[in-house]
């Protein structure tokens, strides 16, 4: 496959180049999906309307950087688009949130990628959002703040809160087992 001859295809609205664009593509990004919306079906039906919004502005792509991230940052900004159409969440800053959220790293390793990633996905729409950003596609608090509108103190207590949840959620599946033996 040709990268390049497909994209110049896809400038044309060549439909055979968009479907190959497509099917080379559709995996990464449907994973990408998964981590932004709370279910398959709406991670597909993200995944649907970034492929659209990909042909539409593919004319605008240059070819300066990576192609790849460039469809990357089109899918999370539709999540954003998504996430910023409904209903705002107003969430009061609490410093009391901030505490350890250091989970042992052997309580990690029994619990399944995919069993985790759901863990992510049961998080509330803000808190989901911007642990995303923040831990797995690596935005600064700043950056976080803008795309969201609201401020970095609001950004990082959200992603906070994530994590204690998510610590919180790792802890019930597998309890202490040194409690046990708390008097030794």
Same mark, same amino acid.
């Given at each position: 496959?040709?990268?390049?001859?497909?994209?110049?295809?896809?400038?044309?609205?060549?439909? !055979?180049?968009?479907?190959?664009l497509? /099917?080379?593509?559709?995996?990464?990004?449907y994973?990408?999906?998964?981590?932004?919306?709370k279910?398959?079906?709406?991670?597909?039906?993200?995944?649907?309307?970034?492929?659209?919004e990909?042909?539409?502005?593919?004319?605008?792509?240059k070819?300066?950087?990576?192609?790849?991230?460039?469809?990357?940052?089109?899918?999370?900004? !539709?999540?954003?688009?998504?996430y910023? !159409?409904?209903?705002?969440?107003?969430?009061?800053?609490? &410093?009391?949130?901030l505490e350890?959220?250091?989970?042992?790293?052997d309580?990690?390793?029994?619990?399944?990628?995919?069993?985790?990633?759901?863990?992510?996905?049961?998080l509330?729409?803000?808190?989901?959002?911007?642990?995303?950003?923040?831990?797995?596609?690596?935005y600064?608090? /700043? &950056?976080?703040?803008?795309l969201?509108?609201?401020?970095?103190?609001?950004?990082?207590?959200?992603?906070?809160?994530a994590?204690?949840?998510?610590?919180?959620?790792?802890?019930?599946? !597998?309890?202490?087992?040194?409690?046990?033996n708390?008097?030794?």
């Open positions: 496959m040709d990268l390049q001859k497909i994209i110049k295809a896809c400038k044309r609205n060549n439909l !055979k180049a968009q479907s190959q497509y /099917k080379c593509y559709k995996d990464d990004l994973i990408l999906c998964l981590k932004y919306c279910n398959k079906e709406e991670a597909q039906d993200n995944l649907q309307d970034s492929f659209l990909i042909f539409d502005k593919i004319k605008s792509y070819g300066i950087g990576s192609f790849e991230g460039w469809m990357k940052r089109i899918t999370i900004h !539709k999540a954003i688009d998504k910023n !159409k409904k209903q705002p969440l107003n969430i009061e800053i609490n &410093d009391s949130i350890d959220t250091t989970i042992d790293s309580r990690i390793e029994v619990i399944p990628l995919d069993e985790i990633l759901n863990y992510i996905q049961e509330p729409p803000r808190y989901r959002l911007i642990f995303n950003l923040f831990e797995l596609d690596q600064s608090h /700043k &950056d976080i703040a803008e969201l509108n609201i401020s970095i103190n609001t950004s990082k207590s959200n992603l906070h809160r994590k204690h949840i998510l610590k919180q959620k790792i802890l019930d599946v !597998k309890p202490l087992l040194s409690k046990t708390i008097n030794q």
